[in-house]
């Protein structure tokens, strides 16, 4: 527990910037390992031919500053959503004067630890593990999750997003977020575990819904 302490002990800037610089980190070794130009003429060899597809590919890594541009500004906005949420469960928990704004921006950023954690194992995954695959491959795969019992035609595409969100890691980040709100303020566990449960796990499940749908009208 010394090491939850000293880890939600650290400057919400410092958090940032780390978490920041790991995802763009990773961002360039999935492009590196993950998109090559043999994954790429796996996904689409039956479809194109190889001087196609290696066109494509050519282009496609042209454009790939975009992905370190956006996403920062999809972690700000992720951040700044997930803290209003869990604040909104502050408020109607009546601990607005125990449990600061401040506080559970910087216990979301603190937890994202987890997701990193997730994308990290998936990278490794299929560095080392998964053989020959294909970038549909990389998109239906999530490292201990629901959807690792099923094949891709086993799925419909609307079920693969909630499928791949109930996992061991969602979890766990589900227990740090709880955590982080006790370290950080003089709030027990049972109180903060309360606050996460009416207002992060409603709003994930809101979210499934709607991509669900969207899935299944750009599907139809």
């Known amino acids: 527990m010394k090491i939850l302490d000293g880890y939600f002990g650290l400057p919400g800037r410092g958090l940032f910037t780390g978490i920041i610089l790991i995802n763009l980190l990773l961002i360039w ?13 796996n ?10 597809s290696m066109e494509l590919f050519s282009v496609m890594k042209s ?5 370190y541009l956006v996403s920062p500004l999809i972690l700000i906005i992720k951040f700044s959503v997930l803290s209003l949420i869990i604040y909104t469960g502050v408020f109607f928990s009546d601990l607005q004067k125990e449990i600061t704004l401040g506080m ?25 593990f998964a053989g020959n695959y294909t970038l549909n491959d990389v998109s239906f795969f999530y490292p201990l999750s629901l959807i690792n019992f099923f094949s891709q035609p086993e799925v419909a595409k609307y079920w693969v997003y909630p499928l791949q969100t109930i996992n061991l890691f969602q979890f766990c980040y589900i227990l740090m977020l709880a955590a982080g ?13 309360k606050i996460i449960l009416v207002s992060y796990i409603p709003a994930v499940v809101f979210w499934i819904t709607i991509i669900m749908f969207l899935t299944i009208d750009i599907s139809s």
């Open 29 to 41: 070794l999935s492009q590196i390992i993950t998109m090559d130009e043999t994954v790429f003429f």
């Open 43 to 52: 996904t689409y060899s039956e479809q194109l031919t190889f001087q196609r």
């Open 63 to 67: 454009l790939s500053w975009v992905a």
């Open 104 to 128: 559970v921006f910087t216990t979301v950023i603190a937890s994202e630890v987890i997701i990193v954690l997730a994308s990290v194992t998936k990278l490794i995954w299929f560095t080392f």
């Open 181 to 193: 709100l006790t370290k950080i303020s003089s709030v027990n566990r049972e109180k903060t575990d």
